[in-house]
């Protein structure tokens, strides 16, 4: 899974961004439940870059994970400021529960 993440990056493969997003999204769920959140934070935050920019209104359940999973990381990281920023991403967006 981490490979072929990795390919995404230098590699032209036939996939949608959002597709590309999911792929990032499980390589940052893998990473976390091993406890390396510093490649959680990566693969979640260029799963972030994937989303389409209506991002909020296309794919919020898949903003809300990415978004979920880079603060996680960042805050066991030590980055507050950088967790915070995506916290506040998420509670700013009146179309999201904040139940998700």
């Keep these: ?3 072929v993440a990795n390919l995404l990056d230098t590699e ?12 990032y999204l499980m390589a940052a769920e893998k990473a976390r439940d091993t406890s ?6 990566i693969y979640a ?3 972030i ?7 909020w209104a296309s794919e919020p359940r898949l903003a809300v994970k990415l978004y979920s ?8 990281l030590g980055h507050h400021s950088r967790m ?3 916290c506040y991403e ?3 967006q009146k179309s999201v529960s904040t139940l998700e």
């Design 84 to 86: 915070e920023s995506y």
């Design 49 to 55: 870059d994937m989303l389409p920019g209506d991002k």
């Design 12 to 23: 032209t493969i036939d996939m949608t961004n959002i597709e590309c997003a999911k792929l």
């Design 90 to 92: 998420v509670l700013g």
């Design 45 to 47: 935050s260029k799963g």
């Design 36 to 41: 390396v959140f510093d490649s959680c934070s």
């Design 69 to 76: 999973l880079a603060a996680e990381a960042e805050g066991f």
């Design 1 to 3: 899974l981490f490979e």
